[in-house]
């Protein structure tokens, strides 16, 4: 199984950046997906998810009204849109498969981690 994570950088304050997440080796059109933050000196923590078919979408309190998580099961892809993104949004991102759960031990798969950087 893998997961491939692309996108991140770096970007000012109010701007935006797209997240992908490619999956193989998994049936990916019966999976949920979720999308994980570890900021610096922190645990890491929920940011969104969605289920496999794309109907159900959830999202952290902090990045509700900013952040889109969509996906497309043709591609086997799954998208984080971040909108309006401030310095707290700032740390390495994590695409993980198997739950919309928040808890991150729910999940089995996990990508390579993408660094996210939002300067003031």
């Known amino acids: 199984v893998q997961l491939v994570v692309s996108g991140g950088g770096m970007v000012q304050a109010g701007g935006s950046l797209r997240l992908s997440c490619n999956v193989n080796?998994?049936?990916?059109?019966?999976?949920?997906m979720g999308w994980f933050l570890r900021a610096p000196g922190k645990e890491r923590e929920y940011v969104s998810s969605?289920?496999?078919?794309?109907?159900?979408?959830y999202y952290a309190d902090s990045v509700k009204g900013r952040f889109t998580i969509s996906r497309n099961n043709g591609l086997k892809m799954v998208y984080l849109h971040m909108n309006n993104l401030n310095p707290d949004d700032t740390g390495t991102y994590y695409c993980?498969?198997?739950?919309?759960?928040?808890?991150?031990?729910?999940?089995?798969?996990w990508g390579q981690g993408i660094q996210v950087t939002v300067s003031s």
């Open positions: 080796g998994l049936t990916f059109d019966r999976t949920a």
């Open positions: 993980a498969a198997g739950s919309t759960a928040q808890d991150p031990q729910l999940y089995n798969y």
């Open positions: 969605i289920s496999w078919s794309g109907a159900g979408t």
